[in-house]
C-alpha cells in the first residue's frame, strides 16, 4: 500500500503546528499535493469560515488553483449583502473546508474477528489563508467565467455567461463581492480504516458495497416538494 504520509509532499509542514485546525493521526494524513488538489477540484462545494467578530459560515462553490504562493489559491464570491464579504480585506484568516464522502462503519463488516467498535469514514480538506477582496471589474468577471466553466459540462455546455446581455451581467457583478485566497495552510484527514488488515479493508469495501446510499439532490428536492404540497 503507499505510504500517503510523506512528509516533503507539501514544503513547509506548516500544518504541523499548533495552529491546525483538524487532528489528524498520521495515518489518516495525506499530504500528495495533486491528490489534495483533485481532491479540490472534485469536491467543490464548500464552507468558507471567519471568526471575526463571530463565527460565520457560507456555503458556496470555490475553485482552486494551482501554482501560486505555497499551496495554489482558491477563489470564489458571496452576495455582496453577505456581512461575510466585509472580511475580505487581505488581514482577515478564513478557512474553507471540503468535504468528500462519508459513512457509518459497521464492525460487523471486519473479517479479522478483533475487537472493534462502529466508526464514521470520511475524507475532508481544510484550507487556510488571508482573504483578498477583488476588486477589478475585468477580473471578476473572469472569476465568474471561470466557475461557470468548470461546473457546466466541458464537452457539452448547457449555458454561459455569454447568454446574458453585457449590462445584465454587470449588474450580477455589482451584486456580489469576488474573494481570492492564497492557501498557507492545507490539511488533508482521509479516515478509511486503510491502516487496519487487509481482510479488514475488504470487509469495509464488501459493507459500504451493500449500504443504502444517501439521497441525492433530485430525491431530496422531490420529498421536500411533496411534504410541502
Not at 32 to 53: C, H, K, Q, S, W
Request: negative net charge; contains cysteine; aromatic residues 10%.
Amino acid at each position: 500500500m503507499r505510504d500517503v504520509c510523506n512528509w516533503n509532499a507539501l514544503p513547509g509542514n506548516s500544518f504541523m503546528n499548533t495552529n491546525s485546525s483538524l487532528y489528524i493521526p498520521n495515518h489518516h494524513r495525506i499530504t500528495d499535493l495533486e491528490v489534495i488538489g483533485n481532491f479540490m477540484r472534485e469536491f467543490a462545494f464548500a464552507e468558507l469560515i471567519t471568526a471575526v467578530p463571530h463565527i460565520r459560515v457560507t456555503h458556496l462553490p470555490v475553485s482552486y488553483e494551482a501554482g501560486s504562493g505555497k499551496y495554489g489559491k482558491i477563489i470564489g464570491h458571496v452576495a455582496k449583502a453577505n456581512p461575510q464579504s466585509e472580511l475580505f480585506d487581505g488581514e482577515q484568516d478564513g478557512l474553507i473546508v471540503f468535504h468528500g464522502p462519508h459513512a457509518y462503519i459497521s464492525p460487523a463488516w471486519y473479517e479479522s474477528g478483533k475487537p472493534a467498535v462502529p466508526t464514521w469514514n470520511f475524507a475532508v480538506v481544510h484550507a487556510g489563508g488571508k482573504l483578498r477582496r477583488v476588486d477589478d471589474d475585468s477580473l471578476k468577471e473572469k472569476t465568474l467565467e471561470k466557475l461557470v466553466r468548470q461546473f457546466e459540462s466541458e464537452e457539452n455546455p448547457t449555458w454561459g455567461l455569454d447568454q446574458l446581455t453585457p449590462e445584465y451581467q454587470k449588474k450580477l457583478r455589482q451584486a456580489i463581492v469576488v474573494f481570492e485566497m492564497e492557501i498557507d495552510s492545507l490539511e488533508a484527514k482521509f479516515k478509511l480504516g486503510l491502516e487496519r488488515s487487509a481482510t479488514d479493508v475488504e470487509g469495509i469495501l464488501n459493507g459500504l458495497n451493500q449500504t443504502q446510499p444517501e439521497r441525492s439532490l433530485l430525491e431530496f428536492t422531490q420529498a421536500e416538494i411533496n411534504r410541502r404540497a
